[in-house]
């Protein structure tokens, strides 16, 4: 599948509108000594935020994201230490520290379940988990951590802009996995292994029927049960197939075995 890591232009603007409407004035970046950047020493909230999001402004990601840490450390029950775990998560979400981002966005829904800001930290864990869906050719947990991540946004928070793009995004997941579970199991139908390619199969059609893999399922399952000896089975595929995918080539296929091996009463 070509991997769609991207968030759409919507959500992206939304995103960065967030970030930004968490900042303090511009003015005050401008007075602000850039060689303090890496001396973590105690300074007032206000100014070491605003140090923190000057380096976020200039896109300076990690420099930012270990300032907006050094909030949280040294004025954990400030306003400003709630804003800083999300600017955090943000700012490790640009360098692409996907499971810091991860942790600073869950520590804020941790502290923070009912706050307003609770759907754009659960959309920083979910894209945290989805830029990092590899190839269906590797380990699916990834991807799983991300279907569930934008499940629990859809289910918490379904009338935000994030919910919305959520939903685009699961679909992708849903064909992702749906590949995988196709590839595994023509490996099997490779091996001559027709039980596990058969439980394969159906695993599509049940949990994933929305998808692209859907008739090419239906007819792997056809020719697994005809491999197995159960045309009655076989049968059953092929009409599903049919009727749902009647100008499909996988139907096409899948007719012309039954007409060749199932015997016509």
Avoid at 22 to 27: H, K, Y
Avoid at 34 to 43: E, F, H, I, M, S
Avoid at 105 to 128: C, E, W
């Amino acid at each position: 599948m070509a991997k769609d890591i991207h968030m759409t232009k919507t959500v992206r603007t939304a995103v960065l509108l967030t970030a930004a409407t968490l900042g303090l004035s511009a003015c005050a970046n401008n007075r602000l000594d850039t060689k303090l950047d890496t001396q973590y020493v105690a300074r007032d909230v206000n100014t070491l935020y605003a140090l923190a999001k000057d380096r976020a402004d200039r896109g300076q990601w990690k420099q930012a994201a270990a300032l907006f840490l050094e909030v949280e450390r040294q004025h954990p029950y400030s306003v400003w230490a709630r804003r800083a775990q999300l600017m955090g998560a943000f700012a490790h979400y640009m360098s692409k520290d996907y499971i810091e981002s991860v942790g600073a966005a869950q520590r804020f829904l941790t502290i923070h379940p009912g706050n307003k800001d609770a759907p754009y930290a659960t959309y920083m864990v979910a894209m945290s988990y989805y830029q990092q869906i590899e190839d269906i050719e590797r380990d699916q947990k990834i991807t799983q951590q991300a279907r569930d991540a934008f499940q629990t946004l859809v289910r918490r928070h379904p009338n935000t802009r994030y919910a919305a793009d959520a939903r685009l995004k699961l679909d992708l997941i849903n064909d992702h996995l749906a590949g995988k579970e196709m590839e595994i199991g023509r490996f099997y139908q490779q091996q001559r292994n027709w039980l596990p390619a058969t439980m394969r199969f159906r695993n599509v059609i049940d949990n994933y029927q929305t998808t692209s893999h859907a008739p090419e399922a239906l007819h792997r399952l056809v020719e697994s049960y005809l491999a197995l000896g159960i045309p009655a089975e076989a049968q059953k595929a092929a009409a599903v197939l049919g009727a749902n995918y009647p100008e499909s080539k996988w139907y096409d296929r899948s007719y012309k075995l039954i007409q060749r091996y199932v015997p016509q009463g």
